[in-house]
């Protein structure tokens, strides 16, 4: 079973400040890697899949890079609805999936 | 537009059952993968089952296999997720989402199962 880690843990920043947030596999999953935006009391969204591609209506300053085992998610300024939870996600070859702890990013 | 609306969560005693259903609309149900994910209260996402367009292939997280079963109802637009034996750690926010390849690309706002006597 492939492990997701995500760092930091806690993120604060302020508004209009880049952030950048980790996550690392236990072992390559090639490209195949989705970010999630979720914000208090609401669903996750999906931002990022097949880690560098946009899903539909996410604005331009959020990007991810990466592949094998490290992947990066980058907001390139913080806007103040960024600030939320973000998780990493993998699906194995046995269509299962899992979820990295998450990387809260929160206002400094 | 897409919408996934859950329903049949709440209050249940250990070792009780519950049915969640989660009605879709707004896509062509019978052509998507879709998976049931939930959220302990502070906690993460956990990914715990999914279920095939046509309901020939179904996979569980390990802590639920034997207990949960997932099934769908293309005719109905709607997705369930049968709980039985609960455990007090089974509490959390249930969400239905539709898998798009990898990924889940429209989730529902999600039920609460709390189990707890």
């Known amino acids: 079973e492939i492990v997701l880690t995500q760092s930091p843990a806690t993120l604060s920043l302020s508004p209009g400040e880049r952030a950048t947030l980790s996550c690392r596999a236990s072992?390559?999953?090639?490209?195949?890697l989705a970010w999630y935006q979720q914000k208090p009391g609401q669903a996750p969204r999906l931002l990022i899949y097949?880690?560098?591609n946009r899903a539909t209506g996410i604005p331009a300053r959020f990007s991810g890079s990466g592949s094998g085992t490290d992947f990066t998610l980058t907001i390139s300024s913080l806007e103040p609805e960024d600030f939320a939870v973000y998780y990493c996600q993998q699906r194995s070859n046995w269509r299962r999936f899992t979820f990295g702890p998450g990387t809260k990013v929160d206002i400094k | 537009e897409v919408q996934l609306v859950e329903s049949g969560g709440g209050l249940v005693q250990p070792g009780g059952s519950l049915r969640l259903s989660c009605a879709a609309s707004g896509f062509t149900f019978s052509s998507y993968w879709m998976s049931w994910v939930r959220q302990a209260p502070g906690k993460g996402l956990e990914w715990v089952a999914n279920i095939k367009q046509d309901g020939s292939e179904k996979y569980y997280v390990d802590s639920v296999k034997g207990r949960f079963t997932i099934s769908r109802d293309n005719a109905k637009n709607s997705l369930y997720l049968q709980m039985n034996s609960l455990r007090a750690e089974d509490t959390a926010v249930y969400y239905c989402?539709?898998?798009?390849?990898?990924?889940?690309?429209?989730w529902g706002q999600g039920t609460l199962v709390t189990v707890s006597s």
């Open positions: 989402a539709r898998e798009l390849r990898l990924w889940h690309d429209y």
């Open positions: 097949d880690a560098s």
């Open positions: 072992q390559s999953v090639s490209s195949y």
